[in-house]
C-alpha cells in the first residue's frame, strides 16, 4: 500500500484545528471543500482543509455577530405601550 504524504498532512492540520467542545463549521466547510477540491482537480484533502478553516471562521464570525445582536436588543430601552386612541 503506497502511503500519501497529503494523508498525514491531513492529519496534522486536522489535530491542530480540532477542539472537541467547539468544532461549529468545520464539518460542513469541510465536507463542501473536499468535494470542491475533488472537482477541480482531485484536490480533495486541501479542500477539505481548507473548507474546514473557512467554516470555522464563518461561524465564529456569526457567533459574534449574534452575540452583539442580543447585546444591542437587551442595552435598548423598553418600547412605550400604543395608546388607544379616543373615539
Not at 28 to 34: I, L, P, Q, R
Not at 37 to 66: F, I, M, Q
Request: glycine content about 10%; some cysteine; aromatic content about 2%.
Amino acid at each position: 500500500m503506497r502511503s500519501h504524504p497529503s494523508w498525514a498532512l491531513l492529519i496534522l492540520a486536522l489535530s491542530c484545528l480540532t477542539n472537541s467542545a467547539n468544532a461549529k463549521g468545520c464539518l460542513k466547510g469541510a465536507a463542501v471543500g473536499a468535494v470542491a477540491g475533488h472537482v477541480a482537480g482531485h484536490h480533495a484533502v486541501l479542500g477539505a482543509v481548507g473548507g474546514c478553516v473557512v467554516g470555522r471562521h464563518l461561524a465564529n464570525k456569526k457567533a459574534a455577530d449574534e452575540k452583539a445582536a442580543a447585546a444591542a436588543q437587551k442595552a435598548a430601552p423598553p418600547k412605550p405601550a400604543p395608546v388607544p386612541a379616543a373615539n
